[in-house]
Structures are given as structure tokens and as C-alpha cells.
């Protein structure tokens, strides 16, 4: 790779909204607000310093306006919930390139409230509208599921295995007090909860809730000529891909192409071997989305994922700590989830973070984007790790 954005940029600023859950009294726009200013105190840093933003759901333009910011670099990539691996990766490019110095990332979504947020529904001109939504495939239920039975009749996962994910990030869940469940929970909970759509119950699909989180970027060497409250978190390397609209058109729908390009691209740019990430989070809208990452990133073989979480390898003191944060399972859903997982490497990092791994130096972070349709994936890293 002769043009990468390894160890050019990082993370000076990591922020989310006082409060996730069920906030009636603030629109999606405010949740941005919120957390992006709440961001650039977390830096030391105000909106005259920031010269780029970045967003998905709502307008850049918009946000940037809202909060008084009059940018050079703008950018609305808007894949779902993968989106803010992808701001990152494209702000630090931006960043390395010299077209602007300091980046905002933000993001606020009422997606249990639905104050000021717009309808969600395929376009009937869409690929999904004409080819999926007439079959009575519809919402994330309905079609995140689709190619788990192909996967457990190939691999031989069981339900039980399934049930095992929501089972250990609720364990993570309960070392955390801004997780919205936290109660533990067993295997036969989960296979007792009501079905959502078969093979998945009601505790293997992922929370709906209010709130938002922003980051703020800037280039390392800036980084190290402030006085920052914190130490950067260093962006070691960064990798983006899609596949199909349609989850229906996946090559193989028991496994993600877009994880594994995105993967594979930011392990190389990073030039890391996967025994030396210390802490992991993978976008788990569904339990069965964990299984396909830990596989599709190489941290285990086709099929093995199932019996590396039964084992404990993921859990609160396993080998490779998982969703550290109880995950889109327990710890917060607004639909677009990607940036919640960010939030959680740069606090494990910066040894911040409520179930703290010991001596976590390298971070990687797999973000989703639909059903399978987009990834993005971010590898970060501590100063030492640079």
C-alpha cells in the first residue's frame, strides 16, 4: 500500500448523549447536537476549531449549521449503520490529504421516539421495494435472519449456540451502568422469550432506543501539539466495502463478502496479525451477526465461531473480549448502531470504559450497514501501539 492513512490521524474526542433510551423531549437533530458538542469538550476543543463534519441520517449541511460550524470538507455517506467507520476512514484520508484539519463525526437518532425522524420504508423503485418487500420480507426481522437456517444446517449450529451470544454480552451488559438491560440471563431465557421471526427470539434481536454519539478527528501531529485531556486514539488502519441491496443477493448468504474486503483491507493497512487485537467489537443488530464477523474477519474458521463463544473466548475474561459494552443487545440500539461500537474502543483504549480489558492497545471495530449490505471496519490503537 503506498498511499494509506496508517498512524496519520486520530481520535482526540469521543462522546455520547447524557442519556440513551426512551428521550421523548429531543429530536433527532438535538441528539447530534448534543453529542457533538459534548465531543469537542471531550477534546478541549469548541466548533471554531472544527473545519469538516461529517453525518448519516441527517443533512452535514444542516448540522453544520445548527451548530454554527462553517466547514471546508462535508460528508453524507449514509450506508446504515456501518456509516461512521466509513467517516472516519474517509475524514482521516481527508485529513492526510490537506483538505481540512479537524473533523466532527456525529450522529443522533430517535429510534425509539421518533421525534423529527422520517419514515422508514424501501422506496417501491428500489431493488428491495420491486424484488424483496412483495414477498412479505420487510424490516430487519424478517430479513437479518435470512440465511441463518442455511448456516445452521451447514455448520450445525445449534439453538442453543445462537442463544449463547445475548447470554455473554449481557454478561459484559451487567459491569456497565448506562446499559439498558442488565440483568443476567440464561440460555433457556432466550429460548423461552417470544419469536420475532424463526429461528430468532425476541432476546436475540437487538434494542430500539433513543441517542446519539460524536468523535472528532484530527491529524496525529496536531494531536501531539495540544494540551488534549486525553490521550489520541491513534487510527491504525481502515477498511470499506458493500455487497447487495438485497439480502437475498448475497453470494453466500451464510457469510458477509463486505466484512471480509472491509477486513482484509484495514488488517493490511494497519499491517497487524489478529493475535495481537486485544479487544473487539462487532455490530450485533442480531445475535447470528457476531458469528459471520468473528468468521468473515479470520478471528476464527467457517463454523467455529459458535463453539469459540460457548466456550467463554468472548466473555468477561476470555482470550478475545467481545462487545464489551453489552452490545446492541443490551447496551443501546438507535438503528444505526455503529457509532455506540466506536465509542466503546476509544474508551477501552483510553482505559476508560466501565468493564475494562487489561492493557487493551489495539482495537478493531466491524460496522454493518442494512442486512449485510455495507461494512466498515476500523482498527485502532493506543500511542504505543502507532
Known sequence: MTNTIRNKTAIIGAAETQRLGTIPDQSAMQLHAEAGLAAL????LTVHDVDGVACA??????VAEYLGITPQYLDGTHVGGSSFMLHVRHAAAAIAAGLCTTVLITHG??????????????????????????????GPPTTFPIGLLRYMKDYGMTPEQLAMVPVVQRQWAGLNP????????TVDDVLSSRMVAYPIHLLECCLVTDGGGAVVITSLDRANSLDLPHDPVVILGAGESSESAMVSMMADVTSSRAFRTAGERAFAEAGIKHSEVDHLMIYDAFAHVPIYGLEDLGFVGRGEAPAFIGDGHTAPGG???LNTNGGGLSYTHTGMYGMFAIQESVRQLRGQAPAQVPDANISVVLGNGGMFMSAGVLVLGTPAAA
Do not use: C, H, N, T
Not at 421516539?113 to 424483496?132: K, T
Open 41 to 44: 469538550r471531550d477534546a478541549g
Open 57 to 62: 441520517g441527517e443533512s452535514p449541511v444542516e
Open 109 to 138: 437518532e430517535s429510534g425509539r421516539s421518533r421525534v423529527g425522524m422520517q419514515p422508514w420504508a424501501p422506496a417501491p423503485q428500489s431493488m428491495r421495494g420491486q424484488f424483496e418487500v412483495p414477498y412479505g420480507v420487510m
Open 178 to 185: 448506562r446499559a439498558k438491560l442488565r440483568d443476567p440471563i
Open 319 to 321: 482470550s478475545l473480549p
